[in-house]
Every structure is written in C-alpha cells, then in structure tokens.
C-alpha cells in the first residue's frame, strides 16, 4: 500500500489494481480503472463523497447495477455523468466514446448496408486526432475489442 499525500484525489490512498476483483452485487470478476477515468466520469455530488477516486473496479457485466465498486463502495448509473452503453437498458448503448459509435448506429448501418465502418472509422480517426479512451471510456481502455464484439453480436442477432 503507497501513500501520497501531495496527490489528493487522485492516487492518493491505493496503488493501481493490476489483479481482477469480483464484483460485490454480481461476483463477476472486474478488471481495475484508473482515477482519472473516475474523476473525469462521476458526477460532483458523487465524486464529493468520495475522499479518493483510486482503487476502484470496473463490472461489466450487463445484468449488473454496478458500475465501480471498492471494498464497500459501490457506484452506479445514478453516480455518472456519462450512460454507460454496456449495461442492460442503456439509451444510447455507446461502445465508442471518443467518436460516438453506439449499438443503434451499427445495427442500422448493418441492417442496411450489410455492414459497417465502425471499426475502419475507429482505427483511422485514433491515428488522426488520437483517442481520450482513459477520460471518456467507463472502462477507461481501448475501446476496439468492445466494438468488435458489438460488431459480431449484432450480426448474430440480424441473422437470426
Ligand atoms: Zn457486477
């Protein structure tokens, strides 16, 4: 455990979590975020409860109110100030945050054309502007896996 007092609210009670962490609502296990990503995304009231944004986990599952949790401490949909597009429900259901791709936008694209530039849209726009994964992203990583499986779902889903 490494203590720092000069960084208050950021890293200042817990180092990174590296190892994956069950979820206390849904016992999933959960991968760590960075608080960066927490700071940038609770509301302020949420964030004014919180002595500091480090330690947190990130569940994804989608059945699960839960969105970060530490120890006791959990956070939802009510805490953020972005939808979270995973959860089960989300309007919109966004799986690309720094470019605004959401589920809908595909599975519209798809059911038109046959497919979709997501993915190409994706990967060119990160070699241009870069891409802001850590600050707008619930999970606060890359968000090209997610939409690759957002891809491969719905395909499944229209084919059927
Ligand atoms: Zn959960």
Redesign the pocket.
């Known amino acids: 455990m490494i203590f720092s007092t000069n960084k208050q609210g950021d890293d200042c009670c817990m180092t990174q979590p590296n190892s994956e962490v069950k979820?206390?609502?849904?016992?999933?296990k959960?991968k760590g975020v960075l608080a960066k990503t927490l700071k940038a995304l609770l509301t302020d009231k949420s964030k004014s409860k919180l002595s500091c944004f480090s330690g947190f986990y990130y569940?994804t599952?989608p059945s699960?109110?839960?969105i970060y949790?530490r120890e006791e401490t959990t956070l939802t949909q009510k805490d953020m100030i972005t939808v979270v597009g995973l959860k089960d429900g989300a309007i919109s259901a966004t799986v690309c945050y720094c470019f605004g791709w959401t589920k809908e936008k595909i599975k519209a694209a798809l059911e038109d054309t046959g497919k979709t530039i997501a993915l190409e849209d994706i990967k060119a726009k990160m070699n241009n502007d870069g891409c802001v994964c850590e600050v707008l992203n619930p999970s606060g990583r890359c968000c090209l896996s997610d939409v690759s499986n957002a891809i491969k779902e719905i395909t499944k889903q229209n084919i059927q």
């Not at 979820?23 to 999933?28: F, G, I, Q, W």
């Open positions: 979820c206390p609502t849904c016992n999933k959960s569940c599952t699960c109110k839960t949790f």
